[in-house]
C-alpha cells in the first residue's frame, strides 16, 4: 500500500505541474496580446477543473487499489 500511496502522490504531482505549465502558457499568451485577460481567466478555470477531476479519477483509483491490496 505504501507503493500505491506514493505513486498516487507522484502522479498528484505530475498533474499540478502540467496544470502550473499551462497557467503559464497561458500567461505568456496574454501577455503577448494574444488572448484576452478574461479568456485568459477562463482557460485556466477550465485547467482547473480538468485539474481537479483528474486528482479525484487518481484518489478513486487509488482507494480501490487500497481496498484490494488490503484485502489479502
Known sequence: TKQA???AENSRVAVRN???DANSDLK????EKEISED??????EKVQKL?????D???????VKEADLLSF
Open 18 to 20: 502540467i496544470r502550473r
Open 5 to 7: 500511496k506514493n505513486e
Open 51 to 55: 485539474t481537479d477531476s483528474f486528482i
Open 39 to 44: 479568456n485568459q481567466r477562463r482557460a485556466e
Open 28 to 31: 505568456d499568451l496574454e501577455k
Open 57 to 63: 479519477a487518481i484518489e478513486s483509483a487509488y482507494k
